[in-house]
């Protein structure tokens, strides 16, 4: 089953002709949220966080507003479950909120959608009072995107060129956009996602490596440097570079974590089964160095804390 085109901004108009403007305003703020957030969401799940927010919107404007929003040209998409699952049979309020960077062009458009959706299996959603800030801003990013910005080609036809200031179509990318030659618009919407700078492009891999490749190797990051033809420089600039990487990972409020960091993450989990987070103490060895200087415990306790323990004060 294809999923709808969206509808003229006239129609759009007259179908939201019923509704309070502020009500439509809170909905797209908040469906959009979600989508930002959890990458997906069934609207079971979502009315059971919203209601907690806007009181005053019932569960029937909620569900029938995806009607709507379902054929808006908005960045994300409103699938019926059948239309993920053939077998299901569609009901409202199983309907799925659906981060439109999830769903791929061409073959297997719809993988990276059943491999989120396996990664949130069992664990709860962040639904914390900042819940639109942390949307806003899930991604811990700042100092990433700035090292990767200012990485500079040494060789080759963009030496002396940062990431930040270079376009690099790939064979792949180029591959794809030929294979959609005879249909224009598939082809141009493959050709707008690749023509960006290359430090856009790095993250986007960065962060799709986070997001949909937990606990596998940086194979994805290493052979988006060998496409490009890139090397780093010396060892102290890889180190820099994994360090904000692992930053990026812990700091984040991943989709796959629905929302949570994944620090934040352990301690819901462990609240919601009556657990408490583990404690470790540091032993004479790790007292010795921190107290020598050769290792930070300001950022030792962060690093523990990124994974889910709690650190004795010592």
């Known amino acids: 089953m294809a999923y709808p085109k969206p509808l003229s901004e006239k129609s759009i108009k007259k179908l939201l002709e019923p509704w309070e403007p502020h009500t439509v305003e809170v909905l797209h703020t908040y469906y959009e949220a979600f989508a930002r957030l959890y990458g997906v969401i069934q609207l079971k ?9 806007e009181p005053k919107i019932h569960k029937k404007q909620f569900i029938e507003f995806s009607n709507i929003a379902r054929r808006e040209n908005v960045p994300y998409y409103v699938f019926e479950i059948n239309e993920l699952y053939s077998e299901e049979k569609p009901i409202d309020t199983e309907r799925y909120i659906v981060n439109k960077t999830i769903i791929s062009p061409g073959y297997g458009k719809y993988s990276s959608f059943y491999v989120l959706e396996e990664y949130q299996y069992g664990k709860p959603f962040y639904s914390g009072s900042d819940l639109l800030e942390v949307a806003a801003h899930r991604l811990y990013d700042k100092e990433l995107r700035e090292f990767v910005d200012n990485l500079t080609f040494t060789k080759g036809e963009h030496a002396g060129k940062r990431f930040a200031d270079t376009v690099i179509i790939t064979e792949i990318e180029q591959s794809l956009i030929d294979h959609y030659s005879k249909m224009p618009s598939k082809a141009k919407e493959i050709y707008d996602k690749a023509n960006v700078t290359v430090a856009e492009k790095f993250m986007n891999v960065m962060t799709n490596w986070i997001e949909f490749s937990i606990g596998s190797s940086f194979s994805m990051i290493e052979d988006f440097m060998d496409n490009i033809g890139f090397e780093f420089q010396s060892k102290e600039q ?16 991943l989709w796959a974590n629905r929302g949570f960091t ?29 107290l ?3 290792i930070d415990r300001q950022e030792l306790i962060e690093q523990i804390k990124a994974m889910g323990f709690d650190v004795e004060d010592q």
Do not use: C, T
């Open 45 to 53: 799940d979502a009315w059971k966080i919203f209601k907690n927010f």
């Open 238 to 253: 890889v180190d820099e570079f994994f360090s904000l990487i692992q930053d990026f990972q812990n700091k984040s409020h």
């Open 262 to 290: 994944p620090q934040e993450l352990y301690r819901a989990m462990a609240k919601e089964h009556g657990q408490r987070p583990q404690i470790i103490s540091f032993g004479p060895g790790i007292r010795k160095a921190i």
């Open 292 to 294: 020598d200087g050769d």
